[in-house]
């Protein structure tokens, strides 16, 4: 049985993808930038020697939507691969480099607050040093 498990995970994780966002030079003085999707942050990108790259590879994987979150925790319970944890604010948050897109705490979400990752959702921020968000770009471009 055990077996059995371990293959199908290892099928899901060979589906998973990768979105490649291009979004040229931002010439702002921000603490960091962060990809996202519906509000939930699906990538930060820190300054390098104070200049932030031209472009971010974001994993596809499932992610979990703030404003429907009513932190029940029944996601944590269901994930197999334990990549939900809960953050300050009592959100759940999944870890999409652990997440193996198996969409167990999507079907179980009682918000249906889990979606799956879509490329067209991402929008670019800038955060400055009080952590107050700024849409840079609505839509990204998908290399
Ligand atoms: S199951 Fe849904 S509502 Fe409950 S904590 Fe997880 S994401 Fe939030
Ligand atoms: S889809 Fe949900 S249950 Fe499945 S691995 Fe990812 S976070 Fe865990």
Redesign the pocket.
Known sequence: MKSITMILVFTVIAFAGVFSFNWGSIDVDFAALEVQAKGAVVKTIEAEDGVFPESAEVIESYY?VPE?????????GQCPVEA?TMDDNN??VIDPEICINCGI?AS????S??ELLDADDCALYGIDAEGNSELLLEELEED
Not at 68 to 75: L, R, T, W
Not at 108 to 111: A, E, H, K, N, Y
């Open positions: 979990v429907g979150c009513i932190g029940c925790q029944i996601c944590i939900i959100i759940a705490c179980g979400c009682p918000t607050t889990i």
